[in-house]
């Protein structure tokens, strides 16, 4: 199979059983993308992450646009964005025609039920994560400091990332 | 309201998303209701709920269930590649330049200090939904079992999802 069938095949799958939305797909995109197809390695998955992150859009089409491009070019990153959001189109497309009135106990009832599956997918997703990022002791120090700052003093992602970005800097310029 | 004007306000929204998520439903809910005036209230939620029922990114769902409302296919698709583009466009600059650059000593600085503050920022996420959840005690054990699934027997989590869905859809049908 040509690199473009797989993205088409892999990207249209995320876009299909991405439920729960944010961090509960990374579990799926990993398994499928860096655990199946290899595209990627642990921490290059993390960077994409990180850089879905603070840009626009969910994660599932970042990725998409991020490993297509990284495995074919233009061409790949155009295909596998748009594979991801297929599913997810007609699904809604579908719907939009069909259902007229939502009984809305119904759906919050289906939402409840699911939150077990993305709870999991979310742990699942933040075990991988953690395993491959805090290595070392500097990697610790500053989990611990961006978990301080995040929780304790309310700080934004973005404002985190910036300062610990910084800190990567010097500590790599002063250790590597 | 013409099919610029929908594909405009649908890329000012796809710019605005950073990280995705349910974040952006007010921005949806500004636009769209209170700017624009293109729906009333009501009709939105219903839309949202609608949206909130598949999988894919709820920013992307969201754009596609309005612009049908509004316009029908026309305004699905259209409203579908505005939100995206934002996304598409600045994660495709990304990638050209990060992988020309992944070698750096200034980009392995950088994600050398971001990567253990994503995985602060997730297992933040995680701590916050515990605190908001009170769950039954089937929730727990259900949310257990496919974690260790998930986490030490690397179950393809499309599976858990299938079973998952299954089993929700059929319990919703049964108790209402």
Do not use: C
């Given at each position: 199979?040509?690199?473009?069938?797989?993205?088409?095949?892999?990207?249209?799958?995320?876009?299909?059983f991405?439920f729960g939305g944010g961090y509960a797909i990374?579990a799926l995109?990993?398994?499928?993308?860096?655990?199946?197809?290899?595209?990627?390695?642990?921490?290059?998955?993390?960077?994409?992450?990180?850089?879905?992150?603070?840009?626009?859009?969910?994660?599932?089409?970042?990725?998409?646009?991020?490993?297509?491009?990284?495995?074919?070019?233009?061409?790949?990153?155009?295909?596998?964005?748009?594979?991801?959001?297929?599913?997810?189109?007609?699904?809604?497309?579908?719907?939009?025609?069909?259902?007229?009135?939502?009984n809305q106990e119904k759906v919050k009832t289906y939402l409840t039920l699911l939150s077990p599956l993305t709870f999991s997918l979310i742990v699942a997703g933040t075990y991988?994560?953690?395993?491959?990022?805090?290595?070392?002791?500097?990697?610790?120090?500053?989990?611990?400091?961006?978990?301080?700052?995040?929780?304790?003093?309310?700080?934004?992602?973005?404002?985190?990332?910036?300062?610990?970005?910084?800190?990567?800097?010097?500590?790599?310029?002063?250790?590597? | 309201?013409?099919?610029?004007?929908?594909?405009?306000?649908?890329?000012?929204?796809?710019?605005?998303?950073?990280?995705?998520?349910?974040?952006?439903?007010?921005?949806?809910?500004?636009?769209?209701?209170?700017?624009?005036?293109?729906?009333?209230?009501?009709?939105?939620?219903?839309?949202?709920t609608?949206?909130q029922l598949f999988p894919?990114?709820?920013?992307?769902?969201?754009?596609?269930?309005?612009?049908?409302?509004?316009?029908?296919?026309?305004?699905?698709?259209?409203?579908?590649?505005?939100?995206?583009?934002?996304?598409?466009?600045?994660?495709?600059?990304?990638?050209?330049?990060?992988?020309?650059?992944?070698?750096?000593?200034?980009?392995?600085?950088?994600?050398?200090?971001?990567?253990?503050?994503?995985?602060?920022?997730?297992?933040?996420a995680v701590l916050e939904l515990i605190k908001k959840r009170k769950w039954s005690k089937l929730n727990i054990i259900s949310f257990l079992f496919m974690s260790v699934l998930l986490i030490f027997f690397k179950v393809n989590p499309i599976y858990l999802i299938l079973i998952s869905l299954g089993v929700v859809i059929l319990w919703v049908y049964m108790k209402h």
């Amino acid at each position: 199979m040509g690199i473009y069938e797989a993205l088409i095949k892999v990207f249209f799958k995320i876009g299909l059983f991405g439920f729960g939305g944010g961090y509960a797909i990374i579990a799926l995109i990993r398994y499928l993308v860096v655990l199946e197809e290899k595209w990627l390695n642990d921490l290059e998955f993390i960077d994409v992450v990180a850089i879905s992150q603070v840009t626009p859009g969910p994660i599932a089409i970042n990725a998409a646009t991020f490993i297509g491009y990284k495995m074919g070019g233009i061409l790949g990153s155009l295909l596998a964005t748009l594979s991801s959001v297929l599913a997810p189109f007609i699904l809604v497309l579908f719907a939009s025609y069909f259902v007229h009135k939502i009984n809305q106990e119904k759906v919050k009832t289906y939402l409840t039920l699911l939150s077990p599956l993305t709870f999991s997918l979310i742990v699942a997703g933040t075990y991988s994560i953690l395993k491959s990022s805090v290595l070392d002791f500097w990697g610790t120090v500053i989990f611990i400091l961006s978990f301080i700052l995040g929780y304790k003093y309310k700080w934004s992602l973005t404002k985190t990332l910036l300062f610990t970005g910084l800190l990567g800097e010097i500590l790599y310029f002063l250790i590597k | 309201m013409n099919l610029w004007e929908l594909f405009f306000v649908f890329l000012k929204i796809g710019w605005l998303t950073l990280g995705g998520g349910y974040v952006m439903v007010p921005l949806f809910l500004e636009e769209i209701v209170k700017k624009k005036g293109w729906m009333d209230e009501e009709t939105f939620l219903q839309t949202l709920t609608l949206a909130q029922l598949f999988p894919g990114p709820i920013a992307f769902n969201l754009a596609v269930a309005v612009g049908y409302k509004l316009k029908r296919i026309k305004g699905a698709i259209i409203s579908g590649i505005a939100v995206v583009l934002p996304s598409f466009i600045s994660i495709l600059v990304i990638a050209i330049f990060f992988l020309n650059f992944e070698k750096s000593k200034i980009v392995q600085g950088l994600f050398y200090g971001i990567r253990p503050a994503i995985a602060s920022a997730m297992v933040i996420a995680v701590l916050e939904l515990i605190k908001k959840r009170k769950w039954s005690k089937l929730n727990i054990i259900s949310f257990l079992f496919m974690s260790v699934l998930l986490i030490f027997f690397k179950v393809n989590p499309i599976y858990l999802i299938l079973i998952s869905l299954g089993v929700v859809i059929l319990w919703v049908y049964m108790k209402h």
